[in-house]
C-alpha cells in the first residue's frame, strides 16, 4: 500500500518511477518502440515483482508524455511540463527557479514561481536541433558512443564553431570536418557549445533566469560536456540532480489533476 | 446597409452569449463560417432561430482570447484541442470568427457621400489583418480586455506561411508580457500529427493561468 507509479511514455524513452512517501523506490527506462502500452506495462510488472509487491499495493499509476493518453491502465494523466515543474520543485527543495529539459525531440524552459508553478515556458518548434535525437545522430556519424561525449569533450582546449545545429545538416558539416582532420575531441566540444547557445537564445531575455536555481534535467544532462559548454554560454551555474531522466516520471506521481 | 445593421445585431446577441461562455467555441466558428456560405439575411434569420439554443453551461477552465490566423472549417484542430486542454475561448479576433464583419456601417448622413463614407469607415476600422494599416489598433483591441480582467490571456494561433501573423506575435508578446499578461504563440497547419505536441503547451499553459 501507498505506493504510486510515475510513466513517462517520452518520443525516445518510457521512464517509470516507483514512489512510496514521496523517494523514488525503483526506477528505470526502456527505449521507445511500437507498442507503447506493453512495454510500460512490462515495466510496472517488472517493478512489482523486484520490488515483491502485490499490484494492489499500487494506489496511482500517473502517465506523461507525449505517449500519455496510449496507457489505459493510468488513472491520471498530466503534461511533461506540468509534470516536470513538480518534480523539479520537489527534488530542488523549492530552490529551483529555472527548468532546462532536453528531451529526446524536444527542448523546453520553464520558469517557475516561488510556489513551484509555472510561470512561463518556451519549447524548441518541431526542430530537433538541440535534443538527445541531435546527440545520437552526432554519436552516430562520429562513430563514438554517446557515453563517451563528456570524457572527450575535456580533452579539446577550444570548441569548433559549428555552422548549423540542424541534425540534417550538421552530419554533412561534421563529415566534412572530420576529412578535413579535425580531431573528434574539438568537433564534441563544438557540438555542445553549439546546443548550448541554442538554448541560450531560447531562454532569451523575458525567460533568463532573475533569481533562485538553474535545473538542467533530461537523458542529455548526464553528458558533463554539455554541462560545462551551459556554463560557459549562460556564465551561471546550472545544477543536475542525481537521476536526471527520472524528474519528470516522479513529477507526475505529484500530481493532483 | 440596413440589412447588415440588423445582421450585426444578431450576430453581436451570439458574441455576447460567448462572452458569458454559453457559446460552445466550435458551434460558434462553424456559425461565422457559414456566414460567408449563406444569403445574408436568411443566416440572420436562422442565426436569430438558433440563439435561444445556447443555455448556461459549466464553465471549463480559463478564459482566454483566441488571435491570429483564420480558422476555416474543416479544419477545426485548433478549437477541438482548445476545448481539450479546458481552455475557455470568450474573445476572439479571427477574420473567420468574430470579426467575420467588424460590425455595421452607421450613418446620419443619407447622401450618397454619406453612406460611401460610413462604408469606407467601416472596412477601415475593421483591420483584420497584419497585412491591413494601423496594426496598432488591433494590438490594442486585443491588450485593452486583459486590464479589464475579460480574459486571462492570449493564445495566438500562426498557420504555417502566414509570417505577418508570425512576425507580429513578436511584437503582442513583448507588449502583453511587459504588462503582465499571458502569452503563448502555436504555430500549425492543417496536418493532425502534431495534435498532442499542440495540446501538452496548451495544457501547460492552461496551469500557467491558474497561478
Same mark, same amino acid.
Given at each position: 500500500?501507498?505506493?504510486?507509479i ?6 525516445t524513452?518510457?521512464k517509470?518511477?516507483?514512489?512510496k512517501n =514521496? ?23 517488472g517493478a ?8 494492489s499495493?499500487?494506489? &496511482?499509476?500517473?502517465a506523461?508524455?507525449?505517449g ?6 493510468a488513472?491520471?494523466t498530466?503534461?511533461? @511540463? ?12 523549492g530552490r ?6 532536453i528531451?529526446? &525531440?524536444?527542448? +523546453?524552459? @520553464? ?8 510561470s512561463?515556458? +518556451? ?9 538527445? !535525437?541531435?546527440f545520437?545522430?552526432?554519436? $552516430? @556519424?562520429?562513430d563514438?558512443?554517446?557515453?563517451? %561525449? ?13 555552422n ?5 545538416f550538421?552530419?554533412?558539416?561534421i563529415?566534412?570536418l ?14 555542445h557549445?553549439?546546443?548550448? $547557445? $541554442? ?15 538553474i535545473y ?6 548526464? =553528458?558533463?560536456?554539455?554541462? #560545462?559548454?551551459?556554463?560557459d554560454e549562460l ?17 507526475a ?5 | ?5 440588423k445582421t450585426?445585431?444578431s450576430?453581436s ?8 461562455? &454559453? ?7 462553424? @456559425?461565422?463560417?457559414? %456566414? ?5 439575411? /436568411? ?16 464553465? /471549463? ?11 476555416f %472549417?474543416?479544419?477545426?484542430k ?5 476545448? #481539450?486542454?479546458?481552455? =475557455? ?17 452607421y ?14 469607415q ?9 497585412? %491591413?494599416?494601423?496594426?496598432?489598433? !488591433?494590438?490594442n ?10 480574459y &486571462? ?14 512576425l ?7 507588449r502583453? /508580457? ?5 502569452f503563448?504563440?502555436?504555430e ?8 498532442q ?14 497561478n
Amino acid at each position: 500500500m501507498g505506493y504510486k507509479i510515475g510513466l513517462d511514455l517520452g518520443s525516445t524513452a518510457i521512464k517509470m518511477v516507483l514512489v512510496k512517501n =514521496n523517494e523514488i523506490a525503483w526506477s528505470r527506462k526502456v527505449p521507445t518502440a511500437p507498442g507503447q502500452e506493453s512495454l510500460a506495462m512490462e515495466l510496472v510488472k517488472g517493478a512489482v515483482s523486484e520490488c515483491g509487491l502485490a499490484e494492489s499495493d499500487i494506489d &496511482q499509476i500517473t502517465a506523461t508524455g507525449y505517449g500519455k493518453k496510449l496507457l489505459t491502465a493510468a488513472g491520471k494523466t498530466v503534461d511533461e @511540463i506540468s509534470a516536470n515543474a513538480q518534480g523539479l520543485h520537489w527534488l530542488s527543495e523549492g530552490r529551483c527557479r529555472t527548468i532546462i529539459n532536453i528531451g529526446g &525531440q524536444d527542448l +523546453k524552459v @520553464i520558469n517557475l514561481n516561488e510556489h513551484g508553478r509555472i510561470s512561463d515556458f +518556451k519549447m524548441n518548434d518541431k526542430c530537433a536541433a538541440g535534443t538527445g !535525437r541531435f546527440f545520437e545522430q552526432a554519436a $552516430r @556519424i562520429l562513430d563514438t558512443p554517446l557515453e563517451q %561525449f563528456g570524457e572527450m569533450s575535456k580533452m579539446a582546449d577550444e570548441p569548433l564553431e559549428l555552422n548549423s545545429t540542424c541534425v540534417v545538416f550538421a552530419e554533412s558539416e561534421i563529415v566534412s570536418l572530420l576529412a578535413k582532420g579535425v580531431p573528434k575531441e574539438r568537433i564534441i566540444k563544438g557540438l555542445h557549445h553549439s546546443v548550448a $547557445r $541554442r538554448i541560450t537564445h531560447l531562454l532569451g531575455n523575458r525567460n533568463a533566469p532573475k533569481s533562485g536555481d538553474i535545473y538542467l534535467d533530461g537523458g542529455p544532462s548526464q =553528458n558533463p560536456g554539455l554541462l #560545462e559548454a551551459l556554463e560557459d554560454e549562460l556564465l551561471l551555474e546550472v545544477k543536475v540532480l542525481p537521476n536526471p531522466q527520472f524528474t519528470v516520471a516522479f513529477g507526475a506521481t505529484l500530481s493532483v489533476n | 446597409m440596413r440589412i447588415y445593421q440588423k445582421t450585426w445585431h444578431s450576430f453581436s446577441k451570439l458574441i455576447d452569449l460567448k462572452r458569458m461562455g &454559453q457559446a460552445p467555441l466550435i458551434w460558434f466558428m462553424v @456559425i461565422s463560417n457559414s %456566414f460567408f456560405f449563406d444569403d445574408v439575411e /436568411k443566416w440572420s434569420a436562422a442565426l436569430e432561430k438558433a440563439l435561444p439554443v445556447f443555455g448556461a453551461r459549466e464553465k /471549463k477552465g480559463p478564459d482566454i482570447f483566441l488571435a491570429g490566423s483564420p480558422i476555416f %472549417f474543416p479544419n477545426l484542430k485548433m478549437l477541438h484541442l482548445l476545448e #481539450e486542454a479546458g481552455l =475557455n475561448v470568450v474573445m476572439d479576433d479571427l477574420c473567420s470568427s468574430e470579426r467575420i464583419f467588424p460590425g455595421a456601417a452607421y450613418f446620419d448622413d443619407v447622401s450618397e457621400h454619406g453612406l460611401l463614407k460610413a462604408l469606407a469607415q467601416r472596412y477601415h476600422q475593421g483591420c483584420l489583418c497584419p497585412t %491591413f494599416s494601423d496594426n496598432d489598433r !488591433r494590438i490594442n483591441n486585443i491588450i485593452a480586455p486583459a486590464h479589464k480582467d475579460l480574459y &486571462q490571456g492570449v493564445v495566438f494561433h500562426v498557420l504555417k506561411g502566414c509570417h505577418p501573423f508570425d512576425l507580429e506575435s513578436l511584437t503582442l508578446e513583448a507588449r502583453l /508580457k511587459d504588462l503582465g499578461f499571458k502569452f503563448i504563440k502555436l504555430e500549425t497547419d492543417y496536418t493532425s500529427e502534431d495534435s498532442q505536441t499542440l495540446l501538452t503547451r496548451l495544457e501547460a499553459y492552461r496551469s500557467t493561468l491558474a497561478n
